[in-house]
């Protein structure tokens, strides 16, 4: 199993960029699909993005596409999301995710490891 930890996370401007970082420890990272979820106040937990471990396939939310970048680390056991244009309405905790999906990456349940999140504001 695998423990992820985000981190990077903070209050930062409209326009402004943003790399959270997700560390997850534990053996066979390489093996694991990653991904990012977040959720805002009021609302449920909605997909990001995802990396997959064999290609490094990933995977965006259409409105978070072009904006947002997953990558991945293997042999530090990381992995990042890059984030531009932040606006208010990305603000929300991010949560990193680690499992071995046979198939749909962008649910929650396909996940087996969550992290505690890292909460990312936007201002106005």
């Known amino acids: 199993q695998v423990q992820p930890v985000e981190s990077g996370g903070g209050l930062v401007e409209t326009g402004a960029s943003l790399t959270l970082s997700c560390t997850a420890s534990g053996s066979a990272f390489s093996s694991y699909t990653m991904g990012w979820f977040r959720q805002a106040p009021g609302k449920e937990r909605v997909f990001v993005a995802a990396?997959?471990?064999?290609?490094?396939?990933?995977y965006n939310i259409y409105s978070a596409k072009g904006r947002f970048t997953i990558a991945r680390d293997n042999a530090k056991s990381t992995v990042y999301l890059q984030m531009s244009s932040l606006t208010p309405e990305d603000t929300a905790v991010y949560y990193c995710a680690a499992g071995r999906p046979d198939s749909g990456l962008s649910a929650p349940n396909s996940y087996d490891y969550w992290g505690q999140g890292t909460q990312v504001t936007v201002s106005s």
């Open positions: 990396i997959s471990t064999s290609d490094g396939t990933v």
